[in-house]
């Protein structure tokens, strides 16, 4: 137990200095050993957290990609919960396998849960929000963009909030 600790400890601290040191975009991942579902079907659950935390870096640096040059973009997540959950692939009807599968129905909802600050180019704040996603429609709502991506479901729901979000500022050009 205190090694399974002292391994997300070290997860949040690989991820917390180094955030995705964009000059735009600055994304942390806050105390990941606690989130409610971050969990590989098979493989090390550090390298699983890892690959979907820069997974997700990636996408939010280019959905901010959208926003005035001059901003920045700070975003803090503290909860994730992945669409699906990890069953044994003997539950899911798959014979009598040591390995897990991610099993996605309907009500297996992704959500995610995180604050942020969108700053103007003085470091000003002007615009920030504690925001709790989910989407309970997000068999219904995946978009063919994310067809053969294992995050499809949490990219399309941070995309939906993005655009909402960021409407207004969403493709201003630069003063200066």
Not at 19 to 48: C, H, I, M, T
Not at 81 to 107: C, H, N, T, Y
Request: proline share 4%; glycine share 4%; charged share 25%.
């Amino acid at each position: 137990m205190k090694f399974t600790l002292f391994i997300a400890y070290c997860i949040a601290l690989a991820f917390a200095p180094k955030a995705l040191a964009q000059s735009d975009v600055e994304v942390n991942w806050d105390n990941p050993a606690e989130y409610r579902d971050v969990r590989p079907a098979n493989g090390s659950k550090q390298k699983f957290m890892q690959s979907t935390f820069t997974n997700i870096d990636k996408y939010i640096v280019k959905l901010a990609k959208a926003l005035p040059k001059d901003h920045k973009l700070v975003l803090t997540v503290n909860d994730l919960d992945l669409a699906g959950q990890v069953w044994p692939a003997s539950f899911a009807g798959i014979g009598r396998s040591m390995s897990e599968i991610r099993v996605v129905k309907s009500v297996d909802i992704p959500s995610m849960a995180f604050s942020y600050q969108l700053l103007d180019q003085d470091g000003a704040v002007v615009q920030q929000a504690e925001v709790k996603l989910k989407d309970m429609l997000f068999m219904q709502r995946a978009h063919s963009r994310f067809h053969n991506d294992s995050l499809r479901y949490e990219k399309n729901m941070l995309k939906q909030w993005f655009d909402q979000e960021f409407k207004p500022l969403l493709g201003q050009v630069s003063a200066g």
